[in-house]
């Protein structure tokens, strides 16, 4: 089976998922999926991120491994995991937004407080 891409080799954009099916009875689900945040990792970092789960979480096997210092790897892992917060809270920022346009819709909140909340997520 081919690797999931997470973005498009075309533009370099973000890809969404847009289609599930299950393979045991074939039933399919059709909508608009985020990757996992591990899955927008590159693919270098993900290897990074599986070898370093293989090895317990040793970050001296790692740079065993690697052949680099114990700090180097230690950076690498500080910015994969700030990569993955980073994304954590785009997508909890992406939640509010649509909670807050739904509120509008729904007539539960003022377009001048939308305005306002919207403009504190930025």
Wanted: aromatic residues 4%; proline residues 4%.
């Amino acid at each position: 089976m081919a690797t999931l891409p997470a973005e498009c080799p075309s533009c370099r954009g973000a890809l969404a998922i847009t289609r599930l099916a299950c393979d045991s009875c074939r039933t399919q689900l059709e909508g608009t999926f985020e990757l996992p945040a591990l899955m927008r990792l590159s693919p270098e970092d993900l290897t990074f991120v599986l070898r370093f789960v293989r090895t317990s979480g040793s970050l001296k096997e790692m740079a065993a491994l690697y052949g680099q210092s114990y700090p180097t790897i230690r950076n690498r892992l500080d910015a994969i995991i700030e990569q993955l917060r980073a994304a954590e809270t785009a997508v909890e920022q992406d939640a509010e937004r649509h909670a807050i346009l739904d509120a509008i819709a729904k007539g539960t909140l003022s377009v001048v407080a939308a305005e306002r909340r919207l403009r504190a997520l930025s």
